[in-house]
């Protein structure tokens, strides 16, 4: 019996978590994708590539020349673009689309949490008076806090950013984090303020827990609006499932 052809798109947990799943499963060949911004991935032991699409056609283009008929779109809740290039890319070309998509974090007892839904309003919502800010919010979008000069900043990401605020001290960390190594980074950089994206899921809740732990307020970003996909499901584990209907 032939295999599966699969396209993973990538660069998450869940998509990780997925593509092991999958390796050495002969009744799926899957192609897993990144979009090529962190200078050293993780990648499972699948075929791999990396780098855009070219769009909408591009991503077309690529199903048909692969024979691909099957789509995990496995990406992060905040690329908006992939996700909406992927819906489209699966209904020109009759390709059948999966979402992975971990729900977003709740407020719970403790919590002080201001929801915004940009980075320019975060930037706003930390107010005129200075604070220590910690940013958790990767390394793309820290030039909206050039706006609010008057803070200092600790900025954590996976790779060091091209570009940040004035007064801002930049650190590399990849998760999963540890609750205790997030009780010491509020501590050992007396931070006031915290903001970051609801990305969901455990590798990052740590700091959630961390923030309610020691009272520091919490500026969550909210999730950009992703296109309606009709097959949804929250885990890897589920994915495959899914992915067995084709099997
Ligand atoms: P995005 O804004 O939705 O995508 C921008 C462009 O990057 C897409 O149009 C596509 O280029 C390319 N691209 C994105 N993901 C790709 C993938 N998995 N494989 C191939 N091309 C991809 O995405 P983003 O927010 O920049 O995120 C980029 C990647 O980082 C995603 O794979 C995502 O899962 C991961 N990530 C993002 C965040 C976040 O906060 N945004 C956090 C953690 C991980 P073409 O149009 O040329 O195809």
Redesign the pocket.
């Known amino acids: 019996m032939s295999s599966v052809n699969v396209l993973i ?4 947990t869940e ?1 990780m978590q997925l593509a092991r799943l999958l390796e050495g499963d002969a009744r799926f060949q899957a192609v897993y ?6 200078s050293n991935p993780r990648l499972p032991n699948l075929i791999c ?1 990396s ?5 909408v056609e ?2 077309r283009d690529w199903l048909a020349a692969n024979q691909c008929r099957i789509i995990v779109d496995a ?2 809740p ?6 909406h ?1 992927a819906a489209r890319a699966a209904k020109l070309s009759g390709a059948s689309l999966l979402a992975v998509s971990r729900p977003p974090w709740r407020a719970v007892a403790g919590d002080c949490w201001q929801s915004v839904t940009s980075m320019a309003e975060a930037a706003r919502a930390l107010g005129d008076a200075p604070k220590r800010v910690l940013l958790t919010i ?1 390394k ?1 979008e820290l030039a909206a806090f050039c706006r609010a000069p008057q803070h200092y900043y600790v900025s954590r990401s996976v790779d060091l950013p091209e570009q940040h605020p004035p007064h801002c001290e930049c650190i590399t960390q990849r998760g999963p984090f540890r609750l205790e190594d997030e009780l010491a980074l509020l501590d050992d950089y007396s931070i006031e303020v915290m903001v970051t ?1 609801n ?1 969901g899921g455990s590798a990052a809740q740590p700091k959630l827990e961390a923030a309610r732990r020691r009272r520091v307020p919490v500026v969550m970003v909210e999730r950009p609006p992703l296109p309606g996909v009709a097959e949804q499901v929250q885990d890897a584990e589920q994915a495959l499932r899914w992915l067995e209907r084709y099997a």
């Open positions: 798109l990538g660069g998450t998509a994708s990144v979009a090529g911004r962190t590539r780098g855009g699409f070219g769009g591009g991503l990406t992060h905040f690329a908006g673009q992939i996700s290039n990767g793309l994206k990305s």
